[in-house]
């Protein structure tokens, strides 16, 4: 699902936002952002 997910993101030029505790889901995109308490943490802008 996360392959046709990224594949028409990457078709469309556009931006995918995905929520998750999944640190494999999360090793997928180019951009992350961490939320402690409420409030961004940090985040890996690759």
Known sequence: MLDALFQ???D????VV????DTR???R???TFV???GK???SNAA
């Open 12 to 15: 469309l030029g556009t931006a």
């Open 25 to 27: 889901v999360a090793a």
């Open 35 to 37: 939320m402690t308490d």
């Open 40 to 42: 961004f943490a940090n």
């Open 18 to 21: 995905i929520v998750t505790h």
């Open 29 to 31: 995109a180019n951009r």
């Open 8 to 10: 028409f993101q990457r």
